[in-house]
């Protein structure tokens, strides 16, 4: 996949996020798995950057911990973390990141597309690609043909 340095920085932004985020839990008296802001994290990272970049920020979080970073929830790390009794989520937000991305891929667009065409046809089309990044002119180009 032939990436460009804004992707990797973006990307590399979201990991960053993440390993901010998923220290900081919420222990819970009643289960060996504390709550943490990961999943606010991933989420936010798929919405930005979508299925794949997003799923790619997660796995260099992941391999952050797995390598000796304190990043995951109370500031641990390492193979034990991810073979402990929150190791299962930890892989699992792996998939997490890939179904909901591909979710925000697919419906998002449709979205974006129907707001565009308000917007073609209200003439605020300016307005509206400036204000909405990556995938508006896409789905511009795709849904307001018939308007301009």
Known sequence: MNMKTKEITMIGLMAALTCIAGPLSLPLPFSPVPISLTNLAVYFAVYLLGMKRGTISYCVYLLLGL????????????????????????IGFVFMAVICGWFVDRWNSSVLCLWNSVACLSGKNELWRRACGRRAPISFRRCCKNYT
């Open 67 to 90: 390598v000796g970073m304190p990043v995951f929830s109370a500031f641990t790390s390492g193979p034990a973390k991810i073979l402990g009794p929150t190791g299962g989520y930890l």
